[in-house]
């Protein structure tokens, strides 16, 4: 499993730490010092390629609405059909109000 390779001491760090921010404004805190405005961007426009690709939108539509091109938006789709359901179950407590954490 892909996954797997990642493990390691500097990652589990990095997702305890994020798992301890308690709410947005704490996460716009927290990414503002860990990353550059670009790869937070990245990052939340590779997300919405996801949501997008998920209902069903073509890449044309995705790449006029997100500006993603065409690589990334074909990276994130293999990635909902051979991953690890991470953009899935992501997506689906995000638009679940009972999962919801503001």
Do not use: W
Not at 29 to 58: K, P
Not at 68 to 79: F, L
Request: proline share 1%; glycine share 4%.
């Amino acid at each position: 499993m892909q996954i797997d390779k990642l493990r390691g001491k500097e990652l589990d760090q990095l997702f305890d730490a994020i798992l301890s921010l308690k709410d947005k404004e704490e996460c716009y805190q927290f990414f503002d010092d860990l990353c550059t405005m670009n790869e937070i961007q990245s990052l939340a426009q590779r997300l919405e390629v996801a949501r997008m690709l998920m209902e069903g939108d073509t890449y044309q539509r995705i790449e006029q609405e997100t500006g993603a091109s065409t690589a990334t938006i074909s990276r994130v789709k293999r990635c909902i059909n051979y991953g690890n359901d991470g953009y899935k179950f992501t997506l689906d407590r995000v638009h679940d109000p009972e999962h919801h954490r503001t």
